[in-house]
């Protein structure tokens, strides 16, 4: 079965987070279990010219325009890797959102729609580059899934959401500038919104299956809560068996206190006690803080109110007045990080603040520390806290997403206790749960036996690639029953009729994929492009939807100011046309 991820980020590549260590594993993965990955991503500039320069393997296009598919001759993360370049787009100083200066692109939404597109229209027009299923990950490559739509393509989309908060929004011009059909823009609408969509929306109304990377947060999307405005698009899907959630992994060779060339001093299960114990002297000493016995708790990540650091900050005053010492690691947020600044600033000697982007200090921090931090008001999956429980640092996390899914509070259950779950999302509940720490970490025998549970705790890579590999042979049995690919072709012959809901005939079933992938259930998709405008017989629709573009542009000056308070800005028209050719190498 062949694989194609479709993203914005790998690490080791280009990466700013969790959703590029999740591209440079998941494919590495599936491989192991005998599926043909690969990845796609955008030609940065910042890509490396060892990994930029490549032959040319295929030419796509977007809104009219050639872009050339270039083929790295390395490949970092263990799967193939290909690279789209789009010069106008992303060949610009700086990380896959923001310029050199940390300011974010104000066409961002225009640039990974155009990329989504031109992904699309390679996997669906040509015969060399034909694949089973395209994995689209996160907004940026969301809008793949209605361009395969449009475009009939006979294989099959899976959508993972790793974090609802960002959509990729746009107006009713910005849609214009697609160029898709107006079924498209009543399926990615806001509910209740009539001039507000997105790409995200479009790739969960036209994904032949969606993912959340956590169980718990599949669930909690479809909320009011969680959902940001998608949560009755989202409830749908789940209603007809096409949402479910698939718990990230993480690399558990990498991040093995037993191997970890980071540390001062390597230990595992056997001695545990006396291994943190050397690590934390050592962190103290680098940090400057004072070496006595008080538990040395951490917060690791972004400083974003997201993970609770305002909270954090909020109540540094109480958690300073207990017998514990801090470090905390992280950039983020200007705001918060003067606070945690100002707060390291007047005891140095017991709270120790690091505003930088630094992994081998993380590892230390893990290493040393007693317990860590994961105050999140919402965690898609989280990995932080799965990397302390591998390094014996009990996570204290609030009862969220990720989060909830892979720490055992010790209360709940203490015989399977990884860690501390707290609901309160404010000061008392982060300063309870600190509390409920330091009375197990006063029990040395069953903080022990608690830490070396939590350090025994599987979170490998091949549990999440094979729940994935369930999910496209369910999602590739579900309808039509689409013929394998070849070595190096898909047939295109008996394409699918635009609307799959013919495809299920009247006995299919509306089946829950979380209980059922391995019996290859059956998807009932809700595709909501049926009845729209296909031949020219259908005049009066075109002329109503011609008449609605009419008005809407006349009212484009009211649009530009909804457009500019979204969250990227996406032009009503295309950019200038290309003055220089298509770039074929380096």
Not at 144 to 156: K, S, V
Not at 175 to 203: I, P
Not at 359 to 371: C, E, G, M, S, T
Not at 400 to 429: K, R, Y
Request: glycine share 8%; hydrophobic share 40%; charged share 25%.
């Amino acid at each position: 079965m062949k694989v194609l991820h479709v993203a914005a980020e790998c690490a080791t590549l280009a990466s700013t987070g969790g959703l590029g260590e999740v591209i440079a594993a998941l494919p590495a993965a599936q491989r192991a279990l005998g599926l043909d990955a690969a990845i796609v991503l955008p030609r940065y500039r910042a890509l490396s010219e060892t990994v930029r320069d490549g032959p040319v393997v295929a030419v796509t296009q977007a809104a009219g325009r050639p872009y050339a598919l270039v083929k790295t001759p390395v490949d970092p993360p263990g799967a193939p890797v290909y690279l789209l370049d789009m010069p106008e787009f992303f060949d610009r100083d700086g990380d896959p959102y923001r310029d050199a200066d940390g300011v974010e692109h104000p066409d961002n939404t225009l640039r990974f729609a155009r990329y989504a597109e031109a992904v699309a229209r390679l996997v669906a027009v040509d015969p060399n580059f034909a694949v089973d299923i395209v994995h689209l990950h996160d907004w940026h490559a969301a809008a793949a899934a209605a361009w395969l739509r449009a475009l009939q393509w006979h294989g099959r989309s899976v959508l993972t959401i790793h974090n609802l908060a960002f959509h990729g929004a746009f107006g009713r011009n910005g849609f214009d500038g697609l160029g898709l059909d107006d079924a498209f823009w009543d399926a990615a609408r806001y509910a209740g919104d009539e001039r507000r969509a997105s790409c995200m929306g479009l790739g969960i109304a036209c994904s032949d299956a969606v993912t959340a990377v956590s169980p718990r947060y599949a669930e909690e999307i479809q909320t009011p809560a969680f959902g940001c405005g998608l949560d009755p698009q989202l409830g749908q899907r789940a209603e007809a068996g096409a949402l479910v959630g698939v718990l990230n992994g993480i690399d558990e060779q990498s991040w093995d206190p037993r191997s970890d060339r980071t540390l001062v001093h390597r230990y595992g299960l056997g001695d545990v006690v006396d291994g943190k114990r050397a690590n934390g002297r050592a962190l103290a000493e680098e940090l400057k803080l004072t070496q006595d016995d008080r538990p040395l708790i951490a917060f690791v990540g972004r400083l974003t109110t997201q993970k609770g650091v305002d909270v954090l900050a909020a109540a540094l005053p109480e958690l300073l007045a207990l017998p514990v010492r801090i470090v905390a690691v992280g950039v983020g947020d200007a705001d918060l990080t003067q606070a945690l600044q100002e707060h390291a600033r007047r005891a140095p000697a017991q709270f120790a603040f690091c505003p930088v982007f630094d992994p081998p200090l993380v590892r230390r921090v893990l290493a040393a520390a007693d317990a860590v931090l994961v105050p999140s008001r919402f965690e898609p999956c989280g990995l932080v806290q799965m990397y302390a429980q591998r390094y014996g640092a009990l996570p204290v996390v609030r009862r969220v997403g990720g989060l909830a899914d892979t720490v055992v509070d010790v209360d709940a259950a203490p015989a399977s206790a990884t860690g501390i779950v707290f609901d309160d999302d404010d000061t008392g509940g982060l300063l309870a749960a600190v509390r409920r720490f330091l009375r197990l970490a006063a029990d040395v025998d069953e903080v022990t036996r608690v830490r070396r549970k939590a350090m025994t705790a599987t979170f490998g890579w091949q549990t999440s690639a094979a729940r994935y590999r369930q999910l496209y042979d369910a999602v590739r049995n579900s309808a039509g029953n689409p013929k394998p690919s070849t070595e190096n072709s898909m047939s295109k012959t008996d394409k699918p009729t635009p609307g799959r809901e013919q495809d299920r005939g009247p006995g299919a079933r509306k089946v829950e994929l979380e209980r059922r992938l391995d019996a290859n259930a059956r998807l009932e998709r809700q595709h909501a492009g049926d009845g729209r405008a296909e031949d020219a017989g259908k005049a009066d629709a075109e002329a109503a939807a011609a008449e609605r573009r009419r008005r809407e542009k006349e009212a484009a000056k009211e649009d530009a100011k909804l457009d500019e308070g979204l969250e990227e800005s996406f032009p009503a028209s295309d950019p200038p046309a290309l003055t220089t050719p298509v770039r074929t190498g380096g």
